[in-house]
């Protein structure tokens, strides 16, 4: 077993003890005095300015009054870019509207991170995403063409395309983008996404085949990094591709079984990882804690497992040594619907579908239950 492998295993045994002493014993009456988790966030889609009112009032009225201090918002290509406009979707939003939601965030006392996924996630059942419609060359793997009707599994393996780490243009136009957003949102931290990324060190790119894929995954997370680093602002990106699917079990979506995850000692200590679960709380942020990370856990559409997590991270904070603690952030509700719909379920009104009104459950009962751990 090699060294990497063996200390995944370690973990496991360490917080599984953790967890078994603590299971018995009321949680919130351990919590301990002082600040709440640093982290009681919400990660969800940029309203369309049709729905812009409607999310501001979200943002000042239902988030404030939950206690949610941070909003990673996932703008993409909804944004009207000026150093690239051919790249935003036809219902982006302005300048000045994203201004409004800033400034809703700061009266209502919530960090506002914006987001665009960098690297995977360049494309979406039958069609690819407009990086890759306007600049082709970017395209990791350009000898797989989208199909006309999506189903998955299929021959070719295609999830979502990636755009090439090593092409000599790619940054010169994500980090514009970037820019623009961080700008637009008066944020201080970013984040870049690169879950999920199936598409990497392709056999038929001329400039990653045979390289190793930590290395360029880690390569991409320090370029990010380090840009973003220069402006004084943080990275945030999910947790998956760091962690090993063999040696977990955890498979291929929610960890790599393409050996990116060696990635996780290659890349700066000061990356913030959104550590994602959604079937069962998976007691992996100790591990990213223990290499030093910062690590956020965050759930779905399952209340009990949303619930699981917080009381996790409780335990973590507990029962750590005093540097370790504080790698542990807090909790993250993710959103993976309209924000349009997410508010009709969250209001009632409109018709939507079961999977959102889960994911509203969900955040409800991640709230409710980290209530006592607010001041």
């Known amino acids: 077993m090699n060294t990497s492998r063996l200390f995944s295993v370690r973990v496991f045994v360490l917080v599984?003890?953790?967890?078994?002493?603590?299971?018995?014993?009321?949680?919130?009456a351990q919590t301990p005095a002082g600040p709440p988790f640093p982290v009681r966030g919400l990660e969800?889609?940029?309203?369309?300015?049709?729905d812009l009112d409607r999310f501001l009032q979200f943002i000042r009225k239902d988030l404030k009054a939950l206690g949610v201090n941070t909003l990673v918002l996932r703008v993409d290509y909804g944004y009207k870019y000026k150093s690239y406009p051919e790249l935003a979707d036809e219902n982006a939003l302005t300048k000045q509207e994203a201004k409004k939601i800033a400034k809703a965030c700061q009266e209502a006392?919530?960090?506002?991170?914006?987001?665009?996924?960098?690297?995977?996630?360049?494309?979406?059942?039958?069609?690819?995403?407009?990086?890759?419609?306007?600049?082709?060359?970017?395209?990791?793997?350009?000898?797989?063409?989208?199909p006309e009707k999506y189903v998955w599994p299929n021959p070719d393996r295609?999830?979502?395309?990636?755009?090439?780490?090593?092409?000599?243009?790619?940054?010169?136009?994500?980090?514009?983008?970037?820019?623009?957003?961080?700008d637009a949102f008066e944020a201080d931290a970013f984040h870049a996404g690169m879950d999920e990324v199936f598409y990497i060190a392709s056999?038929?790119?001329?400039?990653?085949?045979?390289?190793?894929?930590?290395?360029?995954?880690?390569?991409?997370?320090r370029r990010i990094h380090d840009h973003l680093a220069g402006g004084g602002k943080e990275m945030w990106i999910w947790g998956d591709r760091l962690?090993?699917?063999?040696?977990?079990?955890?498979?291929?979506?929610?960890?790599?079984m393409n050996n990116t995850y060696r990635a996780v000692d290659m890349?700066?200590?000061?990356?913030?990882?959104?550590?994602?679960h959604y079937e069962k709380p998976v007691p992996t942020p100790p591990y990213f804690a223990m290499k030093g990370f910062r690590v956020i856990s965050c759930p779905y559409r399952k209340a009990e497992v949303a619930v699981a997590q917080a009381k996790n991270m409780i335990t973590y904070r507990q029962q750590s040594p005093?540097?370790?603690?504080?790698?542990?952030?807090?909790?993250?509700?993710?959103?993976?619907?309209?924000?349009?719909?997410?508010?009709?379920?969250?209001?009632?009104t409109g018709e939507p579908g079961e999977s959102t009104k889960d994911q509203v459950a969900c955040m409800r009962a991640l709230f409710s239950e980290i209530a006592g751990d607010r001041p």
């Open 158 to 182: 295609l999830y979502c395309k990636s755009y090439c780490p090593l092409h000599p243009d790619v940054h010169k136009v994500v980090f514009a983008l970037m820019d623009e957003l961080l």
């Open 243 to 256: 962690l090993d699917g063999k040696t977990t079990g955890l498979g291929m979506w929610e960890a790599s």
């Open 267 to 276: 890349i700066p200590k000061d990356v913030v990882i959104c550590d994602w």
């Open 16 to 28: 599984l003890f953790m967890l078994a002493f603590s299971s018995s014993r009321p949680l919130r």
């Open 203 to 221: 056999p038929d790119c001329p400039r990653c085949a045979g390289r190793d894929p930590a290395a360029l995954f880690a390569g991409e997370v």
């Open 44 to 50: 969800i889609a940029a309203p369309e300015p049709a």
């Open 109 to 146: 006392g919530i960090r506002l991170i914006p987001s665009i996924n960098m690297l995977g996630h360049q494309s979406w059942h039958e069609k690819v995403n407009p990086l890759l419609e306007h600049f082709p060359q970017f395209d990791e793997t350009p000898g797989i063409q989208m």
């Open 322 to 348: 005093e540097v370790m603690q504080k790698r542990f952030l807090g909790v993250m509700q993710t959103v993976w619907t309209s924000a349009g719909d997410f508010m009709d379920a969250w209001y009632g």
